[in-house]
């Protein structure tokens, strides 16, 4: 777990960036991970709403545009997009670390007690703020979030979120077999409760909020919850399904065995209908040729989280197949706190890296999927991702070593030297959700 985070500079965070002059660089293709827009004295100009306007170079701009009174950036600052945390669990952030030697051990004996006290209201808003303040000071401005089945829980986050900045993925934990007692509900409640919350918070706080079904996993869910969420996905479209799939072998046949009509993992979600574009499969290490198939045929999404993967000696995922023969298929990278070490994306980045022991990832490969790409899997493309003009100005503020001036040497540094240190400044739609004190006189 990082920690080397300073606290957020009260008097700072909320105020709004509208002009910003400095060296910055975003991604520009969503299919050309290697096509990068460098710019060494670039102006972005935001508007009220805190949507782009204006991108590029200082000295192209027009006269209006070049008055406006900016943020400037030290030459050892750059704007980088914000970087998005695709799948990452809030209850087991304090539980960072515990071992086990494998996926189900570690559930029963680590993580399944810890969400069990988020029925204590004291747990609930000490841990929620926590894990939003070290999330934004981590450079993550979009985040899909698992909870736990407490419903408080739930209200708690979306109502953080909303004070403090972040889009926001979440919803009600579901899980109603193979668990402990504490954390098993019907799945009538279940299914009413999530329900409830989805139309109170889906869309909120100026659609930064979203809301997701989120079973559990499939050994966690009885035919009746899935179908129960399956029939909730269709009620609802532009919801959000977010859900773990083929993470360990162990668990592979443990699904094959409780689902024995099912040809395959990603085949119990196909049935009860949970496949489909705003489906977000985390992990997805151990699929067959026909899933891959299948989840390219639905438009589904898969979640790679490398460092949770190393952790639990999970196997490692086929990052090839993304750029090969299923390219299409929608995919970003996840933090999976705690079974990763760290909320912070460059670790993540880092780690897939090291997760390839016979190909290399480019650092714009990298940086790529942890913005741009990540953004399509959500089908937030349109509006957050990179700089383009229209859509949100979400951003961080990275320092790296001065000697650094080209666009490689700037993601290399931060991917593989870099931490949450480097992250002074994240900016959501236009307002400093988090900031560094070095920066904080530089604030207008």
């Not at 805190?50 to 900016?70: M, R, V």
């Not at 077999?177 to 409760?193: H, I, Q, V, W, Y």
């Not at 933090?335 to 670790?347: E, Q, R």
């Not at 897939?352 to 990540?374: E, G, N």
Request: proline share 5%; net charge negative; hydrophobic share 40%.
């Amino acid at each position: 777990m990082q920690t080397h985070h300073t606290p957020l500079l009260q008097s700072v965070v909320g105020s709004c960036i509208r002009a910003v002059r400095g060296r910055m660089a975003h991604p520009v293709d969503l299919n050309d991970s290697q096509d990068w827009q460098y710019l060494e004295d670039g102006l972005l100009i935001a508007d009220v709403k805190g949507n782009i306007i204006h991108l590029g170079a200082f000295e192209a701009a027009d006269t209006q545009y070049k008055s406006l009174n900016c943020f400037q950036l030290g030459p050892e600052m750059t704007l980088l997009p914000g970087l998005i945390d695709l799948h990452t669990h809030l209850p087991q952030y304090s539980v960072t670390g515990a071992q086990e030697a494998s996926l189900l051990e570690w559930l029963e004996k680590h993580i399944f007690p810890v969400e069990a006290s988020f029925e204590n209201a004291s747990v609930v808003g000490a841990q929620t703020a926590q894990f939003l303040k070290a999330l934004l000071a981590a450079g993550t401005t979009t985040a899909a979030v698992f909870l736990t089945v407490h419903p408080p829980l739930v209200d708690a986050v979306f109502q953080a979120a909303s004070a403090v900045g972040p889009r926001l993925i979440t919803g009600l934990n579901l899980m109603d077999c193979n668990g402990p007692k504490t954390l098993l509900r019907s799945p009538k409640s279940l299914l009413a409760d999530t329900e409830a919350l989805c139309t109170q918070w889906h869309g909120q706080n100026r659609g930064k909020l979203f809301y997701a079904w989120m079973p559990r996993f499939a050994l966690s869910c009885s035919p009746e919850l899935l179908a129960g969420v399956g029939a909730l996905r269709e009620k609802y479209p532009d919801v959000y399904l977010h859900t773990h799939l083929s993470e360990q072998l162990s668990e592979i046949r443990a699904v094959s065995q409780t689902f024995p009509d099912c040809p395959h993992y990603a085949g119990v979600y196909e049935q009860f209908g949970l496949l489909g574009p705003k489906s977000l499969f985390a992990h997805s290490i151990h699929l067959s040729q026909a899933e891959w198939e299948t989840i390219q045929e639905s438009d589904s999404s898969v979640i790679h989280c490398p460092s949770a993967n190393f952790f639990l000696k999970s196997g490692r995922f086929p990052w090839e197949k993304l750029n090969t023969d299923f390219k299409n298929i929608p995919m970003g990278l996840g933090s999976d706190v705690g079974a990763g070490p760290s909320l912070c994306m460059f670790d993540v980045m880092r780690d897939a890296q090291y997760m390839q022991p016979d190909s290399l990832i480019s650092v714009r490969q990298l940086f790529h999927a942890a913005t741009l790409r990540a953004a399509h899997a959500l089908q937030l493309e349109s509006e957050i991702g990179n700089f383009k003009p229209g859509k949100a100005f979400d951003a961080i503020v990275v320092q790296t070593s001065p000697s650094k001036t080209q666009l490689d040497e700037i993601l290399a540094e931060l991917i593989y030297t870099g931490d949450d240190r480097n992250v002074l400044m994240n900016v959501v739609q236009g307002e400093v959700a988090y900031c560094r004190a070095s920066l904080s006189n530089s604030i207008k």
